[in-house]
């Protein structure tokens, strides 16, 4: 197999031009090419015109011979390298393994655990995606909110209503990320998330994703509950011996026990319950930075302009944008989970406290672009020396949000925020959000340290991209929920001191977004896989 990279096209373009290209490369003709497939396609706006830049693998007869006589630094010869989930172990598995929490990580991980014939049980507080998704449509068009199935917990986890950013940073010589882009693919997802340089799937599409990959479990022997609760674990010994769950739609009823061995942490960064079941039951833990901060609005053909130019080729994508600002304190403040085309969603999931989350559908269509602005926060700043200050830390802002909102989404504009004032007033700029929204003191949710770093970055972001720090760009609070503010300790071999539990996933403090919460969930299963009989769980 032939790799060409750098490879330039027009924006305006078809497969036969790609074709083409690929064959002047090679200095062949195109009908020696037998096949050609995309690894790779990005975007260059550095010069214009704009182009699109693309790598590619094709095969051909007498590729040595041709790679012998060309000098091209853009052409090389590439060895496929297909992911091998391992062999089964030995050690005797007497009951199924239990997985807690559907979102990327539970679900991958439950996934190969099934395919490889473990036949786990998967438990999701929350709902099934399809009735998941009525339940939230209910709350954001002013119904109660159900504290089990919202924007943080049910079947897909966070991520399922969110921008569905499919890129990420995680050094992958083992194809785990590959493999769960491919099974996206086999789900439903479109092709091009293979190959697009920064790879999205929107809400409307994730939900049926990831019933699909749900369904597949269930094909091969597993089961997943819904509305069933984590509440305790029985560890003896040092050991996992089994759980107790509660059923959410039958309060009454008592708990029931499930015996284990085997015991998957993939609960998300919001089970704030669960954190402190763990810290009583003396499982290794420890306090982690995060970041919190504020969602800002702005045109989105403004940030098309700022990415691509004037008089931009209208068949482009959607621009997203990056910013990251160093500010006084010796604090970062950066953009985080930018949504072009996008809203701004009511993610809350405890009574009494509000947090605001961004979310895209798959067409990326609405007149704004959203990201979080969001400053680091650390230990120290938390105050007190609890393993769960981070956890209040956090309640702190959302309960200063929803008093700041009255219980609706609490907007500012940015020029009022730099005042100390509440708006009375839109600008141009009006918000594209899910729930109601109401002017509120968005600068006042946040130690005065923080909103004044927040103001700093956003000002000096504005080098970056003309009119990011323009008055009447839209700030709503309180973006809280970046990352899971604890780190459940765990070993090399993925699990943790406490024997059969294996704390995985965003979480647990080992993933940053789906991508790479599904391929630690993939690691993990292989952890298990490895150690255990598959055929030995019959119980």
């Known amino acids: 197999m032939i790799r060409i990279s750098q490879i330039k096209l027009p924006v305006e373009h078809d497969g036969l031009a790609l074709l083409q290209a690929a064959a002047r490369e090679l200095k062949t003709s195109s009908d020696k090419i037998e096949n050609l497939t995309i690894q790779k396609k990005s975007i260059d706006a550095r010069k214009k015109p704009i182009s699109y830049v693309y790598t590619v693998d094709v ?53 190969m655990l099934a395919r490889a014939g473990y036949r786990p049980i998967l438990l999701e507080r929350g709902e099934a995606a399809r009735k998941r998704k009525e339940t939230v449509d209910r709350f954001w068009n002013g119904g109660a909110l159900a504290p089990n199935s919202n924007v943080q917990f049910g079947e897909g986890g966070a991520g399922t209503f969110s921008d569905g950013k499919l890129n990420t940073l995680v050094k992958d010589p083992a194809g785990r990320g590959r493999l769960v882009l491919q099974t996206f693919v086999q789900a439903g997802a479109p092709e091009e998330i293979l190959y697009w340089n920064k790879p999205h799937l929107g809400t409307d599409v994730l939900i049926s994703v990831v019933e699909h990959i749900r369904k597949e479990i269930e ?19 040092g050991r996992v011996r089994g759980v107790y769950t509660k059923c959410n739609d039958v309060p009454e009823q008592e708990a029931a026990y499930l ?48 990415q691509y130019g004037e008089g931009y080729p209208k068949a482009l994508p959607t621009a997203a944008y990056k910013v990251t600002r160093k500010v006084s304190g010796d604090r970062g403040v950066y953009s985080f989970c930018m949504c072009p085309g996008g809203y ?10 509000l947090a605001v989350n961004g979310m895209s559908y798959q067409a990326r269509d609405s007149r704004n672009a959203n990201s979080a602005m969001i400053v680091t926060v650390r230990p120290e700043d938390f ?7 981070g956890v209040e830390f956090q309640r702190r802002l959302e309960r200063a949000a929803y008093q700041a909102g009255g219980g ?31 002017f509120g003191d968005v600068r006042g949710i946040f130690p005065a340290q923080l909103s004044a770093a927040l103001e700093e970055g956003i000002e ?17 609070g309180v973006e809280s929920r970046t990352s899971s503010p604890v780190r459940i300790l765990r070993g090399e071999n993925q699990e943790s001191t ?36 598959r055929n030995l769980a019959t119980s």
């Open 219 to 237: 094909s091969l022997g597993g089961e997943v509950r819904f509305g069933t609760q984590l509440t305790d674990i029985d560890i003896r010994d």
């Open 498 to 533: 406490v024997q059969g539990l294996y704390p995985c996933g965003e979480g647990a403090g080992y993933a940053g977004g789906i991508t790479s919460a599904a391929m630690d969930g993939v690691k993990t299963a292989e952890a298990i896989a490895g150690r255990y009989c």
């Open 344 to 353: 701004v969603v009511n993610a809350s999931s405890e009574e009494g406290g």
């Open 59 to 111: 095969k051909l007869k007498g590729e040595e011979k041709l790679l012998k006589k060309l000098h091209n630094r853009n052409v090389a010869r590439v060895e496929k390298k297909r992911y091998q989930f391992p062999e089964p172990g030995s050690e005797k598995l007497e009951h199924r393994p239990v997985i807690v929490g559907t979102g990327p990580a539970g679900l991958f991980c439950g996934l």
């Open 383 to 389: 105050g007190g020396d609890d393993l769960l200050s």
């Open 259 to 306: 015996e284990t061995e085997v015991l998957v942490l993939a609960i998300g960064h919001s089970a704030r319950d669960t954190f402190a079941m763990l810290k009583d039951r003396a499982v290794p833990m420890e306090r982690k930075a995060f970041a919190v901060g504020v969602r800002i609005e702005h045109p989105q053909d403004m940030i098309n302009v700022s």
């Open 408 to 438: 609706k989404v609490p907007v500012q504009l940015l020029g009022d925020f730099r005042q100390h004032t509440v708006s009375t007033a839109l600008g141009e700029v009006e918000p594209c959000m899910k729930g109601a929204w109401t």
């Open 460 to 476: 000096g972001s504005e080098h970056l991209i003309p009119g990011f720090a323009r008055a009447d760009a839209v700030l709503s």
